[in-house]
């Protein structure tokens, strides 16, 4: 600030402006430098690696060879990777639609609990939660066991004929399988953070429309989702990312007895390419790929957060 801006305020009567620092921007530099080193050489590695040949002799120290976009072509012109991308993004967006209508459902119905009933409920959310993913695997496959499950011994005892039903040798069961408990860990999550936005929402504006006559389906529309709109927006946006890429669960079911080619998504597509198949240069290409479809997938949600910013 140059000394006559400082008196043409002082004459104006305008407070002096703050003068600029770059200490703070300084301070940034460390942590703005790890994050770029902890996500950009994995990022740029593994783009380097979908141009290259690279298997089981590369492993062993053989030099890799660049093939440019070769990996590109022939996952373009392989009708498998196709179907597996039309399978994971089917299932991505029914689980994360119906993650998204339990658990502001959930939500919703914890508002009009009485606090005990909304406390007990809560640490049942929470434990399902918390429970890891394993242990929450192991109890679900049991669940839908072939000769012990409970599942099939409830379906046959109302009259059913699932004694023997085997749930994850059939894809379409296998994804029903999948989805149960892929929603079922995940519904916590958007319960807790709706309920924590909901507590935001103004009950005089509530009050206010019940007595101009507006019913409890009016209210949630004009009143109780656009304020809980921004909250919304981020949750779906985490949703169709973590379900899109969607691993230990379908793993750890085709190795209990799921059909591995008929059950693939991109996730275990990209394990068995590389870990499995040792081909590491087209499981690079793979994921490449998975990520600019993250990122066309998630591409309105970040736009509406944007144009929700400027317009708040």
Not at 31 to 55: I, K, N, T
Not at 119 to 136: D, E, K, N, R, S
Request: one cysteine or more; glycine letters at 8%.
């Amino acid at each position: 600030m140059t000394d006559m801006t400082v008196k043409a305020d002082a004459e104006l009567g305008r407070p002096p402006k703050p003068r600029r620092s770059v200490l703070p921007y300084l301070f940034l530099v460390p942590a703005v430098a790890a994050l770029g080193l902890a996500l950009g050489y994995p990022l740029v590695r593994q783009l380097m690696l979908s141009f290259q040949e690279f298997g089981l002799q590369q492993q062993f120290g053989k030099a890799p060879e660049w093939i440019g976009l070769q990996n590109y072509r022939d996952l373009v012109t392989d009708p498998y990777l196709w179907r597996v991308t039309l399978r994971s993004l089917l299932f991505c967006l029914v689980n994360a639609g119906l993650t998204l209508l339990i658990g502001v459902g959930l939500a919703l119905l914890m508002r009009h609990m009485s606090k005990s009933v909304r406390i007990l409920v809560q640490t049942g959310l929470l434990l399902a939660w918390a429970m890891p993913v394993v242990a929450t695997l192991t109890v679900w496959e049991w669940l839908f066991d072939t000769q012990y499950g409970v599942i099939n011994y409830l379906l046959t005892g109302i009259g059913l004929d699932y004694e023997g039903h085997s749930w994850l040798l059939q894809p379409l069961s296998f994804f029903f399988v999948a989805t149960v408990i892929v929603v079922w860990m995940s519904v916590p999550f958007v319960a807790f953070t709706v309920y924590a936005a909901l507590t935001q929402v103004s009950e005089d504006m509530e009050e206010a429309a019940e007595i101009d006559g507006a019913g409890p389906f009016q209210r949630l529309r004009h009143i109780v989702l656009p304020t809980i709109r921004p909250v919304l927006l981020v949750v779906g946006l985490l949703q169709i990312i973590w379900d899109l890429r969607v691993f230990t669960q379908i793993y750890i079911l085709q190795e209990a007895g799921g059909t591995t080619r008929d059950t693939n998504l991109l996730g275990t597509y990209i394990y068995r390419l590389g870990i499995g198949g040792g081909k590491f240069g087209m499981a690079a290409a793979v994921a490449v790929f998975m990520l600019v479809l993250t990122v066309i997938l998630t591409a309105p949600y970040v736009r509406s957060m944007l144009k929700q910013e400027k317009e708040d």
